[in-house]
């Protein structure tokens, strides 16, 4: 079974603070995909990547950036943490020979005060 | 723009009768569509996709159909269980390697 991996289920941060959301997938999938996801906005596609060192705008990128150093890890950085960033966040992995069907992680649900 | 209706937020029904979620979609081609489940607090675990030129895609109480000229995907339960309360999420997508666009889920809810 793909396994997706977020580092934490629960984080809270202070306003301003540099935050990192962590997300690593067990079977070589090359693409990843960071999302947010709002009561009544649904999920909303933050970043994504199809190679290690590649990166790609999705909807909503500003206040975030991204990192994928390695094939199984895709970081989730947000440069100073704001209130309005106060989401449950999910991470996705896929690869095109499983007709990009989503494997998502548990998500981590993100408090800015 | 690219738009994605799931018929409401949420449906209630009772248990044993067929549930019936649908999907409609404007602006937009897509070469599949995928469904998804997802429960309270955790991420969307993937139930079935149809191709554009499937009518009709089956797994176990699972139905899911695609008119690509009514521009709509139909997905049904049958013979509904209180366990298949979650919310349910229609994904288009554009080609075998086009990211996925995500309705905003219908919550089904099945009262014994």
């Known amino acids: 079974d793909v396994k997706v991996t977020q580092s934490s289920r629960y984080l809270v941060k202070r306003t301003g603070e540099k935050v990192f959301l962590e997300c690593v997938q067990d079977m070589d999938h090359e693409n990843m995909f960071w999302y947010r996801q709002d009561p009544g906005l649904g999920l909303r596609l933050i970043y994504f990547?199809?190679?290690?060192?590649?990166?790609e705008k999705g909807d909503i990128p500003e206040g975030y950036s991204v990192s994928r150093e390695k094939k199984e890890r895709f970081s989730l950085i947000l440069e100073s943490a704001s209130t309005n960033q106060t989401s449950m966040y999910l991470c996705?992995?896929?690869?095109?020979?499983?007709?990009?069907?989503?494997?998502f992680g548990a998500g981590t649900r993100l408090s800015v005060l | 723009s690219q738009k994605i209706e799931q018929n409401s937020e949420a449906l209630n029904i009772q248990e044993g009768k067929t549930a019936t979620l649908t999907c409609n979609y404007t602006n937009y081609s897509p070469a599949y569509l995928q469904w998804y489940r997802q429960d309270p607090g955790r991420g969307p675990v993937f139930l079935l996709l149809i191709r554009e030129n499937e009518k009709e895609k089956r797994k176990e109480r699972l139905k899911v159909t695609f008119d690509t000229t009514l521009k709509q995907s139909l997905f049904h339960i049958t013979a509904s269980q209180p366990a298949d309360s979650a919310t349910y999420l229609c994904?288009?997508?554009?080609?075998?390697?086009?990211?996925?666009?995500f309705g905003k889920g219908t919550k089904l809810s099945v009262k014994p």
């Open positions: 990547s199809y190679d290690v060192k590649m990166k």
């Open positions: 994904a288009p997508q554009e080609g075998s390697q086009g990211n996925l666009i």
């Open positions: 996705a992995s896929t690869t095109v020979l499983a007709k990009n069907i989503q494997y």
